[in-house]
C-alpha cells in the first residue's frame, strides 16, 4: 500500500471517529416550550399529509377528554378521512402558549393554542377556536433504539366535536 492510501485511511479513520464523538457530545436540551411548539407542528405536519396514525403519536395513551379516548378519536379520524379522500386540507396550529401545570408537575403543563382544518375552498372545517391542552412529558422510541423525551396530550378542555361525533 502506498505513503498516499495509507495517509488517507487515517484521514478517513480520524474523520469518523471525530465524527462518532460528535454525535455522542450532550447537547443543550430543549425547553418544554419549543419541544411542545415541535410537537404540535410535526401532528399537524402529519395531518397535513393524511397520516392518521402518526398524528396520533401527539395524544397520549392516556387522554381522556369526556367521552373521548385516543381510540375513539383514532378511528373518527381515520373515518373522516376516508370519507374525505380527494380533499386538501389545510391544517394550521397557532403557536402556543405554555404554563407551568396547576399542581406543579414538572412533567405536565397546561397549553392555550388554536388549531384549524379547512377544506378545499378555505371554508373551516373543524376547530378555529381556542384550545386548552392538558399535555404530559412522556418518553417515545427514536430509530428503535433509543428514547427520547416527547410531549403529549392527555386532555382538551374545549374540543369542538369531531366528524362523525355526535355533538349532544
Request: aromatic content about 4%; some cysteine.
Amino acid at each position: 500500500m502506498s505513503k498516499v492510501s495509507k495517509l488517507v485511511l487515517v484521514v478517513c479513520a480520524l474523520l469518523l471517529v471525530a465524527a462518532g464523538i460528535w454525535s455522542l457530545a450532550p447537547r443543550p436540551a430543549a425547553t418544554p416550550e419549543l419541544q411542545i411548539a415541535e410537537s404540535l407542528q410535526e401532528a399537524a405536519d402529519y395531518a397535513q399529509a393524511g397520516r392518521v396514525s402518526s398524528m396520533m403519536d401527539l395524544i397520549s395513551n392516556d387522554f381522556k377528554s369526556g367521552m373521548m379516548n385516543k381510540a375513539r378519536m383514532q378511528l373518527l379520524l381515520t373515518q373522516a378521512k376516508r370519507s374525505g379522500q380527494g380533499v386538501r386540507y389545510d391544517v394550521r396550529v397557532a403557536p402556543p402558549r405554555v404554563l407551568p401545570s396547576a399542581d406543579g408537575n414538572p412533567d405536565q403543563r397546561v397549553v392555550f393554542t388554536a388549531a384549524s382544518v379547512l377544506g378545499d375552498g378555505s371554508e373551516t372545517l373543524w376547530g378555529g377556536n381556542q384550545l386548552t391542552l392538558v399535555m404530559r412529558k412522556e418518553t417515545r422510541r427514536h430509530n428503535l433504539i433509543y428514547t427520547e423525551p416527547h410531549w403529549r396530550v392527555i386532555s382538551i378542555a374545549n374540543m369542538p366535536p369531531l366528524p362523525g361525533e355526535s355533538s349532544e
